[in-house]
Each structure stands twice: as C-alpha cells, then as structure tokens.
C-alpha cells in the first residue's frame, strides 16, 4: 500500500436487537482473522466474502492488523490505503445490525478523523507531533520531557494545555494561542474532527 490511513473502528450495540448482531460479528471477526492469521490473509475484504455481503462501490483496500473483542464491544485495527475505509465499515455495522465508532488517522493526507463525539470508546481530540529540535535551544525542555517519543494524544484542550505548560514551560490560554506560539517546523497539533 501507499500511504498507509490507520484505522481503528468500535463496533459496539445500543439495545438487545443491536446485542444479537454484535454476538454475529465477532463470531465472524474470530472466523476471519484469528489469532496469528498472515498478513496475505488478512484483507478487510474477506469478512465481505465469507458472509456474503456486497461490495458494490466500496473500497477495501484494506488489512485487519489486530482485533479486540470484548463482551460489549469489537475493535479492528486496520491498515488502509490512503483513506479511512468509512464505507466499508458503515456496510459491515448495516449487515450486523450495529453501532460504530471510527478513528482515523493518515498524517501525510492531514487526516484525524474521530466519529466519537461523547468520547465512549475512542477519546482523541487532539495530536501534538514533534518532528525536530530546533537548533536554537528555545524547545529543549519540551524535547528533553519528550523522552524520544514524538506522538502525543489528548482527550481535551485542557488536557493539551496543560502537557504544554508542564513539559515545555509553553503558557497559552487557547490551542489557537498556542499554534501561534509554536513553529510548526519544530511542533504540530492536529485536531480529529468528525466529517460524516
């Protein structure tokens, strides 16, 4: 694949109809993509066709990579090319008769998408990424408690406020405050948003 969207899709039942379709699907996520299944063997398109579910005008240029499934809820983490496959996953939650929640993210399309509004199952709002210390020395704290890492995620502004003022002695009352404080050479943030 190309550039590489990862996506992380909730499939989850809001009522006792919804419970019957969650049990159908994890039968057919563990029948699809058990544990140690190789990567030629796991398309998202194969979920399609052990269950015989049309795929007319839907991309599934797409890999399962990891499944979670718990009692009240399943969780694909999938490889896609380019694009979150949204279309994909709104047809796999029809055919089941689920919910679902998406949150994707493709830095070099500037894609963060979260569809979880309430912040049940996926609670991103926000990435900061620090791609390189700048020479001049003005990000060294932030780098320093940084530790090696360059992805960080928050759930809230404040949240995000706060690590800036706690890591990197960076005081901003707002995130577009704080965007304007930073090179974005040096730091980025992101914010997920909900386009469907």
Known sequence: MAN???DT???????DRQEK????LKQAVNGC??????????GLCRIFEQNDIPTNGINLRSNVVDVCTED????LYCDSAWNP???????LAN???VCFELEAEEPGCGIYINTDINGAYRTNQYKAYLSERPEDSSLDMLFDNAHGDTDFYFSSDKELLQWFRERGGIT???IETLRETLDCEYVSIHEFVNPY
């Open 85 to 91: 496959m949204y279309k994909a996953y709104l047809c």
């Open 9 to 15: 899709v909730v499939f989850y039942a809001i009522s």
């Open 21 to 24: 379709g969650l049990a159908t």
């Open 172 to 174: 901003a009352d707002s």
């Open 72 to 75: 009240s809820y399943i969780t």
């Open 33 to 42: 993509y058990p544990a140690g299944t190789s990567v030629n063997d796991s």
């Open 95 to 97: 055919h089941f008769g």
């Open 4 to 6: 590489i969207c990862m």
